[in-house]
């Protein structure tokens, strides 16, 4: 009788907390149940529960999550950040790939850059794409970046303000929830899943030094709280790339590497510390800044380029320099027939140029 007693009790206990874990999912998780069939759910808030849930975040997401970022305001999506997006949800179907969008309230129910086709197109058809808004003081709570963001003047006045908020805001995306950040103006040209695995990394170019386009971190990993600290302090508002800048010298001073030595990042790509990979150029770097603009547009590295499809996982395109650059959809120039292989939906709807 006793063991029949104890049998009933565990069992009855065990059931009571399926269905308390169940309820808090469903009511935490809504959104998230349908996304698979509907478009709508596939956009949704990112606060209040998820941001600073990271338990639901991950019943939702999964392990691995890739996330862009958006803040500048009443932009329409070109279709090379859709080539991007295009190219990144094909080559890494299982994992959520969700574009933070900035807002400055709640109530902004309708994204701007919604409306591009390109855009929409791909939305709708693909599974793994989501668009998630939060206020910035919303990302920025509880962190040690919050007096900074809101109350300092020399960010509050700088000229590259959303430039450096978005550096800022994908470290605190990281710092909270995990995942990997990509930068608009990347071209993947394969699955990112070898690379992900790393879990920790940051990677180094030719002679920029470590750039944060792409980076991967776990959630509250201390290497991430030491660089929002470390680019908080010595903030300088007029310098452009302050943040990889200061990323750059604070790992070349704690690892006793100059990353800017012609050829240094790739002497070390492997793996320097157990807990923080820093990647070579050979992630997303066939050309560097000052040949990507060639590269491009000019017919002649094409061989090059091709190359880079095997070696390579995808191209830094640098927008920033090489943005206002369009080329014919169907001509031979290297950024047409990477546009054309790896983001074929958005290059056939870009109209005659991408
Ligand atoms: C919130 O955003 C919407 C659309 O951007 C705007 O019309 C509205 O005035 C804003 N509300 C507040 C309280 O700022
Ligand atoms: C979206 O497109 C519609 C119709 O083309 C236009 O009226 C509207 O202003 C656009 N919205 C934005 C935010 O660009
Ligand atoms: C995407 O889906 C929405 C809703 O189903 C529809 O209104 C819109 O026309 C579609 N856009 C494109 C470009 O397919
Ligand atoms: C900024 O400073 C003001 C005045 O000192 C304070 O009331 C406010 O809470 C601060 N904001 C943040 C986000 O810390
Ligand atoms: C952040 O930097 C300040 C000043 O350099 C230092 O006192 C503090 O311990 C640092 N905090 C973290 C979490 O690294
Ligand atoms: C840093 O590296 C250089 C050579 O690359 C070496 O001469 C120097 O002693 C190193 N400094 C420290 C503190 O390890
Ligand atoms: C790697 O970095 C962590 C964190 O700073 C440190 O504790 C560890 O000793 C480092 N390991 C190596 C092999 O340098
Ligand atoms: C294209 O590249 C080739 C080889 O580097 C160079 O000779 C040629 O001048 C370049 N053409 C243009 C238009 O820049
Ligand atoms: C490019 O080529 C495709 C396939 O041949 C064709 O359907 C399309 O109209 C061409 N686009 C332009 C802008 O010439």
């Known amino acids: ?10 069992a009855v206990l065990v059931i009571l907390t399926l269905f308390i874990y169940d309820t808090y999912l469903t009511k935490h998780v809504r959104v998230f149940k349908k996304w698979k069939t509907s478009l709508p759910s596939r956009i949704f808030n990112l606060t209040p529960f ?23 305001d009443s ?64 990302i920025a709570k509880d962190t040690i970046l919050e007096q900074f963001l809101f109350n300092d003047t020399r960010i509050l006045n700088s000229e590259y303000r959303p430039a450096h908020v978005c550096d800022f805001v994908r470290f605190l995306l990281l710092w909270k929830l995990g995942g990997v950040y990509l930068d608009f103006d990347t071209i993947t040209f394969k699955s990112l899943a070898p690379f992900m695995k790393l879990k920790n990394f940051l990677i180094a170019t030719f002679s920029n030094g470590i750039l944060t386009q792409a980076m991967g971190f776990e959630r509250r990993n201390r290497w991430v709280e030491l660089l929002m600290n470390c680019t908080k302090n010595e903030y300088y508002s ?18 006793n590497i100059s990353f ?27 050309f560097d800044y000052e040949n990507i603009k060639l590269a491009m547009v000019n017919s002649s590295f094409i ?18 320099l090489t943005g206002h650059i369009r080329v014919g959809v169907n001509s031979s120039k290297p950024l047409a027939v ?17």
Not at 1 to 10: D, S
Not at 338 to 354: D, N
Request: net charge neutral; aromatic share 14%.
């Open 1 to 10: 009788m006793r063991w029949i007693k104890i049998f009933y009790t565990v």
């Open 50 to 72: 998820l941001l600073d849930d990271p338990f639901a975040f991950k019943q939702m997401f999964g392990e691995q999550v890739i996330f862009y970022v958006e803040t500048t």
């Open 75 to 138: 932009v329409n999506l070109k279709p090379r950040d859709v080539c991007s997006l295009e190219s990144v949800t094909t080559f890494n179907p299982t994992v959520p790939v969700i574009i933070v969008v900035t807002v400055t309230n709640h109530t902004s129910d309708r994204l701007p850059f919604y409306n591009s086709t390109s855009f929409q197109s791909l939305m709708n058809n693909t599974q793994n794409l989501f668009v998630a808004w939060a206020t910035i003081p919303d």
């Open 238 to 255: 007029e310098l452009y790339p302050i943040v990889p800048y200061t990323v750059t010298t604070v790992l070349s001073k704690i690892f």
């Open 260 to 286: 800017n030595d012609p050829g240094a990042a790739d002497s070390i790509k492997s793996q320097m510390n157990e807990s923080l990979h820093i990647l070579g150029s050979e992630i997303f770097y066939p």
């Open 303 to 320: 061989g090059y380029m091709e190359k880079a499809f095997k070696t390579h996982y995808g191209i830094h395109t640098f927008n920033r």
């Open 338 to 354: 990477v546009a054309r292989k790896f983001c074929p939906r958005t290059t056939s709807l870009a109209g005659t140029h991408i």
